[in-house]
Nanobody
Framework: QLQLVESGGGLVQPGGSLRLSCAAS????????IGWFRQAPGMEREGVLC????????NFADSVKGRFTISRDNAKNTVYLQMNSLKPEDTAVYYC?????????????????WGQGTQVTVSS
């Protein structure tokens, strides 16, 4: 059974950091492009970052440039989202997903498998 499980979310103060993990089971991530998305209450799901099977990265959200990075550890079958200098506007449920395209797309319809999401709340 193909499954993605996100973890690492929680409550953090503004300026703090979190590292989210996206662990796969039932398949290997190293052959796939993996995206991180987020969805705030009342908002559409938006692309954050994507990493290709070759390790190239694409940033979809100008608001996270210089603060968020994406990486992968193929040995652990896991993709990470490192989030630094967090702001209240980063509050959202964060999802990882497997792309069905050969390139990294910010379009949610390009992703076939999704995790259940992990809540990130940035508040003092």
């Amino acid at each position: 059974q193909l499954q993605l499980v996100e973890s690492g979310g929680g409550l953090v103060q503004p300026g703090g950091s979190l590292r989210l993990s996206c662990a796969a089971s039932g398949f290997t991530l190293d052959r796939h492009n993996i995206g991180w998305f987020r969805q705030a209450p009342g908002m559409e799901r938006e692309g954050v970052l994507c990493i290709t099977s070759g390790g190239g990265t694409t940033n979809f959200a100008d608001s996270v440039k210089g603060r968020f990075t994406i990486s992968r550890d193929n040995a652990k079958n896991t993709v990470y989202l490192q989030m630094n200098s967090l702001k209240p506007e980063d509050t959202a449920v964060y999802y990882c997903a497997v792309s069905g395209d050969w390139y990294c797309s910010g379009d949610v319809s390009s992703y076939n498998y999704w995790g259940q999401g992990t809540q990130v709340t940035v508040s003092s």
